[in-house]
């Protein structure tokens, strides 16, 4: 059964760091983009970022970037998104999601990504 597990969320005050996990489970992550979404509170989904299945793509909505770096690691079938200067407009639940017919690119758009996963919450705030 593919399942996608995001960790690494809590509360870090304003400026901090946080380091979020995408673990797949079920089929290889190097098959598939893997995309980072984020809803706030009343506010509709944004993508965040995403890289390609080898890594060699990556984009960045253009509010984060310089703040927010992806990274994969293929081996540990595991994505990574490290967020630092935190602020409060970061604030959501963040999601993974993989897009199982993406090759060698990757897009902010939900509309390729077929799997997802339940999310984790990061709060901001002093």
């Known amino acids: 059964q593919l399942q996608l597990v995001e960790s690494g969320g809590g509360l870090v005050q304003p400026g901090g760091s946080l380091r979020l996990s995408c673990a797949a489970s079920g089929f290889t992550l190097e098959n598939a983009a893997i995309g980072w979404f984020r809803q706030a509170p009343g506010k509709e989904r944004e993508g965040v970022s995403c890289?390609?299945?080898?890594?060699?793509?990556?984009n960045y909505a253009d509010s984060l970037k310089g703040r927010f770096t992806i990274s994969r690691d293929n081996g540990k079938n595991t994505v990574y998104l490290q967020m630092n200067s935190l602020k409060p407009e970061d604030t959501a639940v963040y999601y993974c999601?993989?897009?199982?017919?993406?090759?060698?690119?990757?897009?902010?758009?939900?509309?390729?990504?077929?799997?997802w996963g339940e999310g984790t919450q990061v709060t901001v705030s002093s």
């Open positions: 999601a993989a897009a199982s017919r993406l090759f060698g690119l990757c897009v902010l758009s939900a509309v390729p990504y077929d799997y």
């Open positions: 890289i390609s299945n080898r890594g060699g793509a990556t």
